[in-house]
């Protein structure tokens, strides 16, 4: 594989597929660079993931990205892996290489840290609420920013523990604290940062167990939910006059990366206004 034949294909697997908005994401960048391009909702039921990997190359995919709960078989099944999707233990973005080899990655990290590039933790301490897969972005993106702890709150203790084991190098002497929900209002209470990485606001969901009243007054409240993007937490932190992101940050963000890599163009930051218009339409 030399060449890549157009119109350039990449695409979303996961089972369902069927509510994701990164096809809008990046079908909207590709009519505004004027590449040649689609970007497809591929629903790969749980164990074809190397069954799809291999009509992916046959159909001449550049690549795809992977949602729930395709992940970790996506980081067992590449032939290679960056180092980020190393430390985090699990890929969400599939790159067909020129040898039609397959290149594992994780742009979830790039993307919870977007709108955080300016924010400074030194010193300050962090709270991240759930352990699942979103969790070990948000921990190891948390970490690069040096904060003096990182707090995590998990109802399962194994939870805990299997994410810590999975990227407890990547941490890099950062001093972690765990806990239960019983634990969540002492850990938000110190801290620069409450990150939501739970389903806990989603719809359907039961709310988020968390008052914002004991938040510290510049604290920033950061909910990675993206149905409904203005959770009840956000909605609350917003009346206390605190910074808030919305999961709409994040979504964009991680498509961002993927985008360049499948692609080989910038998504143009100027129209990030009417893309999020669309996305929360």
Avoid at 40 to 54: D, I, M, N, T
Avoid at 199 to 209: D, F, H, I, R, V
Avoid at 213 to 224: G, T
Wanted: net charge negative; aromatic share 6%; with cysteine.
């Amino acid at each position: 594989m030399t060449e890549r034949p157009l119109p350039l294909l990449a695409g979303l697997i996961g089972w369902p597929v069927q509510q994701s908005k990164s096809p809008l994401i990046h079908e909207f960048w590709l009519k505004k660079v004027g590449v040649d391009g689609h970007y497809v909702r591929l629903p790969v039921r749980p164990g074809a993931v190397e069954a799809a990997f291999r009509g992916m190359v046959d159909l001449g995919f550049v690549g795809v990205q992977a949602t729930m709960p395709h992940k970790r078989d996506c980081f067992r099944l590449v032939d290679s892996l960056t180092p980020t999707a190393k430390a985090l233990g699990a890929v969400n973005t599939v790159i067909v290489q020129p040898d039609a080899s397959l290149l594992g990655h994780n742009t979830d990290m790039a993307g919870f840290l977007e709108p955080l590039a300016e924010a400074d933790f030194a010193g300050r301490c962090v709270t991240v609420l759930g352990a699942g897969g979103a969790a070990a972005a948000i921990m190891v993106g948390l970490a690069s920013k040096r904060p003096a702890r990182i707090n995590l709150v998990n109802r399962s203790p194994v939870g805990i523990e299997t994410l810590l084991k999975d990227i407890g190098p990547a941490l890099d002497g950062i001093e972690v604290q765990t806990g239960d929900w019983s634990a969540a209002a002492r850990f938000a209470s110190e801290s620069a940062l409450v990150a939501n990485a739970t389903s806990l606001g989603m719809a359907g969901q039961p709310e988020l167990p968390l008052q914002v009243s004991v938040l510290p007054d510049d604290a920033i409240v950061y909910d990675i939910i993206t149905h409904p993007h203005d959770t009840d937490l956000l909605k609350a932190a917003r009346a206390r006059g605190l910074v808030t992101y919305d999961g709409m940050h994040m979504l964009v963000g991680q498509a961002r990366e993927a985008f360049t890599l499948f692609f080989g163009a910038e998504p143009p930051a100027m129209h990030d206004g009417e893309l999020r218009d669309r996305l929360t339409s």
